[in-house]
């Protein structure tokens, strides 16, 4: 059964730094691209990052680059994002998300359980 | 950036009746080298993650029962539950993964009329 295990939410200060993790099990880690997609209170999904399954090649949402950076684990089947310079407009509740195709370009078939972080003074 | 839309924004359907919803890509989703099409549907419900319903258009996800069906090509797809559930009741979204950014449809709400 595949599971993704979302840690790290919480409250944080606008300027501030966070780092989300997510543990994956069930499946083959290292052979899938792995994403962050959040979704602020009341309303839709925006796509945020995408890992590839080795690490070396990432994407980024314009709302977040140069400020998130989206790294895996593939010894420790996690990944992880780090968001720094958190901004109020970044409030959301953050997904881990497992890519459905081997490669970059793919639909997102199982996801972790979502993680709030709330970024108010 | 490739922009998603759908329609209608809501609806609400009796038990047991169709209920379709409509999307549109700004651009063609369809990758020519492998003739696939780069399009799911999600549906969430109320506090749980979204789960995967359809990709390539038209393929159903694990587990996803046959009353959730896709279709459509090019720039304009359709979900359709043919006979409607009382657990169908949740936010669908289309979301094209042809090219990052990655985007998604606004949602559209289904509910029992």
């Known amino acids: 059964e595949v599971q993704l295990l979302q840690s790290g939410g919480g409250l944080v200060q606008p300027g501030g730094s966070l780092r989300l993790s997510c543990v994956a099990s069930?499946?083959?880690?290292?052979?899938?691209?792995m994403s962050w997609v959040r979704q602020a209170p009341g309303k839709g999904l925006e796509w945020v990052s995408t890992?590839?399954?080795?690490?070396?090649?990432?994407h980024y949402a314009d709302s977040v680059k140069g400020r998130f950076i989206i790294s895996r684990d593939n010894s420790k089947n996690t990944l992880y994002l780090r968001m720094n310079s958190l901004r109020v407009e970044d409030t959301a509740v953050y997904y881990c998300?497992?890519?459905?195709?081997?490669?970059?370009?793919?639909?997102?078939?199982?996801w972790g359980q979502g993680t709030l972080v709330p970024v108010s003074s | 950036d490739i922009v998603m839309t759908q329609f209608p924004d809501s609806l609400a359907v009796s038990l047991g009746e169709r209920a379709t919803i409509n999307c549109k890509s700004s651009?063609?989703?369809?990758?020519?080298?492998?003739?696939?099409?780069?399009l799911a549907w999600y549906q969430q419900k109320p506090g749980q993650p979204p789960r995967l319903l359809i990709h390539?258009?038209?393929t159903r996800g694990y587990g996803v029962p046959d009353r959730f069906s896709g279709s459509g090509s090019g720039t304009d797809f359709t979900l359709t539950i043919s006979s409607l559930q009382a657990e169908d009741v949740a936010v669908y979204y289309c979301?094209?993964?042809?090219?990052?950014?990655?985007?998604f449809g606004p949602g559209t709400t289904v509910d029992i009329k």
């Open positions: 998300a497992k890519s459905g195709l081997t490669g970059d370009l793919s639909d997102f078939d199982y």
């Open positions: 069930g499946f083959t880690f290292r052979d899938y691209a």
């Open positions: 890992i590839s399954s080795g690490g070396s090649d990432t």
């Open positions: 651009q063609s989703v369809l990758y020519s080298t492998n003739n696939k099409i780069y």
């Open positions: 390539g258009a038209s």
């Open positions: 979301q094209q993964y042809y090219t990052t950014p990655f985007t």
